[in-house]
């Protein structure tokens, strides 16, 4: 596997080469990371992944600085996994100079959900898997389910700029106990690490009671909601969404997905679970 730190590097690499799959990633890889390259070698070749930890979606007082940075343990993970080659550039490499052009959401979208709570956000994902793909220039792009809304975001980016990559999405992988692999579980300390688990449970349950019939959606996520915070937890939100739309759902809804973001301690996790919305019994 092949390693390269420039946007010149990364060019000569893929000179001539057609069909690439590509994962763009923050690095501290995981289980998730690896079924999203084998998701990749199935869609394309070669298989392409990149490590940076992109300042433009951090706010304010988030973890920009602690986020871990385990570049060579990434690296052995992806090797392993099949990967061809890692786009690994530093911030001057990727942000030559000040990014004042970027790519702005619709505030129906960027500043719902996750967005309400992390201005900015989207705006950041979005500039930089823009210039990682102007950069690759991938056939396939892989993304994770678990960041739901970010996988929504870039599906509008791609087909609102006429890109032509397809967005291959990998289902979630989950511990046990259900609580979704993240890089961020590695902050969650022992006790909170076995509460963790509940924000999934939250949303399973809220997933049965649709299916079995129940349409009081706001009551269902003020459940939720209600429990999560008698165990301790910090709240973000708690809601139920329309899976093709990201709107609130209407009976007429085909699929629904439960999301859910909330803080333990000073780890803030997210959560989805899509299902079929069904008919009441």
């Known amino acids: ?19 690439t799959a590509f994962m763009p990633t923050m690095g501290n890889l995981h289980a998730g990371h690896v079924s999203l390259i084998e998701l990749a070698k199935r869609h394309g070749g070669p298989v392409v992944a990149s490590i940076f930890v992109n300042p433009l979606q951090f706010g304010a007082g988030e973890d920009f600085e602690r986020y871990p940075r385990t570049l060579q343990a990434d690296c052995e993970k992806l090797a392993a996994a099949g ?53 690759v220039q991938p056939r396939v792009a892989v993304f994770g389910k678990k960041d739901f809304q970010q996988l929504f975001v870039i599906r509008e980016l791609v087909r609102q700029f006429n890109l032509p ?20 579980n590695a902050y969650l300390g022992d006790s909170e690490r076995i509460q963790a688990a509940q ?26 909601v209600r429990r999560l915070k008698m165990a301790g937890w910090r709240v973000d939100y708690v809601a139920l969404r329309d899976a093709e739309t990201l709107q609130v759902p209407t009976p007429a809804s085909p699929q629904l997905v439960a999301l859910g973001a909330a803080w333990l301690g000073n780890t803030r996790l997210i959560d989805n679970i899509e299902a079929a919305l069904g008919n009441p019994a």
């Open 83 to 135: 990967c061809e080659l890692v786009f690994a550039p530093d911030l001057a490499e990727l942000y030559p100079v000040p990014q004042t052009f970027t790519v702005q959401p619709p505030g129906s979208l960027a500043n719902d959900l996750c967005g309400a709570f992390r201005p900015g956000h989207f705006s950041g994902v979005a500039t930089v898997v823009l210039k990682l793909f102007n950069l």
């Open 199 to 224: 924000l999934q449970r939250e949303l399973a349950a809220i997933v049965a009671s649709v299916q079995a019939g129940e349409r009081d959606f706001e009551a269902l996520a003020a459940s939720a």
């Open 1 to 19: 596997m092949q390693v390269v730190h420039t946007a010149a590097e990364l060019r000569a690499a893929l000179a001539g080469q057609t069909g």
């Open 165 to 184: 990559i397809e967005i291959v999405a990998g289902a979630t992988l989950r511990d046990a106990d259900g609580l979704a692999l993240s890089s961020r």
